[in-house]
């Protein structure tokens, strides 16, 4: 496995830029998710990884060596599909030895190989079926098998849980999560689901309209967001915002004092998820105007005196509010994030 | 207010009716029917033409005295009587011509319906268009190709050349059916990320898991081309005579019961064909196994 680096790489098509001034590293062993909205160049760098689009600008290097125009067969790059892309000409088997054939393996090694990665991921039995015949997890669990493989440098994973049911996508995300861990496989991780993103990865790369706009651990990202993108974008947040004066900021419907604030000039940008919210008869008003029920949770949206939303989250045992209650709300600044 | 009421809901009691009806076993039914009913039409006049082929008399409505050989062994050239033409040199020639044709159209026509599948680029559709619709008759090709070369129209390769231009559209629409159903660029990116070169992805992954639509234009391709009158009849000049002008004069000359023969010759050819041609179609794409 290896480190893989991006060096201001920049991608564009005509006049459009697709991607801006990239500059990260996926570290040897490690899984490195990146979200973002659709259009945001998130599968744009994942092809630059593995060759399939060349930068208009910028390096990729694996550990030290520039790859930037190495051809994809010669790159050593794991490549997973959300449609799994396998070969239907071939025996599921056949599909996992395919890059070691490649490589110049010998036929007994390669089926040994492949064979030893099929049972490893649970679908040691199947190596004689169709990819055809096989269920969607099944399939996956190929495309992975296929990838892993060639050993590859890196093994890059484009949506690959997009299209399963929410089950199998959870029992997936655990199974692959250990099993890229056991083996310290370097992975990039493409999706569109930042809650599989925080399942999955070491680190997560918020990417917006080209460009990055925070890198770092799951709980860095959803607990202190770089900016109200990042914070609307991982999860649900509250963007609250007042005028700071000193160490306190008037937000409207209460007043709230906190040192981080004193490095704030004028405007204050506080970050609130919604579990920042608990009941509390010394708090501030609002109107509960609807509950849904989540399972585990409930999601609560309740209307300030000046006609702001504010989403609310509480544990589902211990409800506490319905529909067209009037509640007295108390904001935790331990969960608030203040941003510049 | 309330009429209102009644009408939605008798409109959607119809609405509902009518999905019933579509989903239910008697449209099923009727969908059934109707495949029979087409499919008896089109093989009522093929099997009518193959039995009489064997009677001796086709003086009443039907034809009577069954069971002769006789038109066959006429057809065949092995009669004393009638159009005296041995049916074999003829057949083998065609083969071959149909089948170089046939070869002619997969080469070229597969990488046509990759590349009008797999990528954009300019003037694709007005391409796509051309490719897919047989836009040039037979006889305004043979005509042409005589103007164009005069030494080598009639030849056995400009046989073959003329008749994988005419029966291109069936191949390069068959097999772009079966890319449509792909999705080409992540199968071929996934092959050359595991260390495949593209000419390798192409003729390993890509042209295999078209195997279904490259058999089934190869069968169009061949069975059309072993019959084309019209661009044969044009340019023919040289070489045994080509089945289809040996039809034509079967037909055309001969009394119906031999005609009848001759064109059960051909049916008994189309289908030996498709039997090969799958058969070997699918030995052909098969690497089902490591190897």
Redesign the interface.
């Known amino acids: 496995m290896a480190e893989v680096t991006l060096e201001k790489l920049h991608k564009r098509y005509g006049d459009e830029t697709a991607v801006e001034s990239l500059d990260f590293t996926v570290h040897d062993g490690e899984t490195l998710g990146v979200v973002g909205p659709s259009g945001c160049g998130k599968t744009t760098t994942l092809r630059m990884i ?1 060759g ?1 689009e060349t930068p208009t600008d910028g390096v990729v290097r694996f550990d030290s060596e520039d790859v930037t125009h190495v ?9 997973v ?1 959300q ?1 799994y ?7 599921v ?2 599909n996992v ?3 070691l ?3 110049g393996v010998g ?1 007994e090694e ?2 040994e190989r ?1 064979q030893e990665l099929l049972d490893m991921l649970g679908i040691g039995d199947l190596g004689d079926r ?1 990819p055809e015949s096989l269920s969607g997890g099944q399939q996956q669990r190929v495309g992975l098998a ?2 892993l493989a ?1 050993e590859p440098d890196i093994l890059l994973l484009d949506e690959p849980m997009t299209g399963l049911d929410a089950k199998l996508k959870t029992r997936l995300r655990t199974e692959m999560s250990n099993l890229l861990e056991e083996l310290g496989v370097t992975a990039l991780y493409v999706t569109h689901d930042q809650e599989e993103a925080m399942a999955m990865c070491d680190r997560i790369a918020v990417l917006n309209d080209g460009h990055i706009e925070q890198i770092g651990t799951p709980d860095t990202v959803y607990e202190q967001p770089a900016n109200t993108f990042v914070a609307n974008f991982i999860g649900t947040s509250n963007v609250l915002r007042g005028k700071a004066n000193g160490d306190s900021v008037d937000l409207g419907f209460t007043r709230v004092q906190d040192e981080r604030l004193e490095a704030v000039n004028g405007e204050a940008t506080l970050i609130a998820r919604p579990e920042a919210f608990d009941v509390d008869d010394d708090g501030f008003e609002a109107q509960v105007r609807d509950v849904h029920y989540l399972g585990e949770r409930i999601q609560a949206t309740a209307e300030l005196p000046d006609g702001t939303d504010l989403t609310l989250k509480f544990d589902s045992f211990d409800r506490q509010v319905s529909a067209d209650d009037v509640v007295s709300l108390a904001l935790d600044l331990d969960d608030v994030h203040v941003v510049d | 207010m309330s009429e209102d009421v009644h009408d939605t809901a008798g409109g959607q009691g119809v609405v509902a009716r009518i999905d019933g009806l579509i989903a239910g076993p008697t449209a099923k039914a009727v969908v059934l029917g109707m495949m029979v009913f087409v499919l008896l039409l089109l093989m009522v006049p093929i099997v009518f033409t193959f039995v009489a082929s064997f009677a001796e008399s086709a003086a009443g409505a039907l034809p009577s005295g069954f069971f002769t050989l006789d038109n066959w062994r006429t057809v065949l050239g092995l009669g004393d009587y009638g159009v005296q033409t041995s049916v074999g040199p003829g057949l083998a020639f065609s083969a071959m011509l149909a089948t170089g044709g046939m070869v002619l159209n997969i080469i070229i026509g597969v990488p046509i319906a990759y590349a009008l599948t797999r990528y954009n680029f300019f003037a694709r559709d007005w391409i796509n268009a051309i490719a897919i619709l047989p836009l040039v008759p037979g006889i305004i090709l043979g005509v042409a190709f005589l103007r164009t070369y005069p030494e080598n129209a009639g030849s056995a390769l400009g046989l073959i050349v003329g008749y994988a231009l005419l029966k291109s559209p069936y191949m390069v629409l068959t097999v772009q059916s079966s890319f449509q159903s792909m999705d080409l660029q992540q199968l071929e990116e996934s092959s050359r990320s595991l260390g495949a070169s593209w000419p390798r992805t192409f003729l390993t992954v890509i042209v295999p898991n078209a195997k279904d639509g490259i058999i089934a234009g190869s069968i169009i391709c061949w069975t059309l081309a072993a019959a084309e009158f019209n661009f044969t009849y044009m340019v023919y000049a040289r070489g045994p005579r080509p089945f289809s002008l040996f039809l034509f004069e079967n037909i055309s000359n001969a009394p119906y019961l031999q005609s009848a023969a001759a064109i059960s010759v051909y049916f008994l050819i189309v289908v030996a064909a498709i039997t090969v041609l799958q058969l070997v179609g699918n030995r052909g794409f098969s690497t089902s196994s490591d190897r």
């Open positions: 593995a399939f051809p994809p067969e010669k790159r050593n790059v794991g490549l599909f449609s892309a396998l070969f239907n000409n071939m025996s088997l056949a030895a395919f890059g054939k490649m490589e036929k390669r089926r492949a169709s296929r990838a060639i």
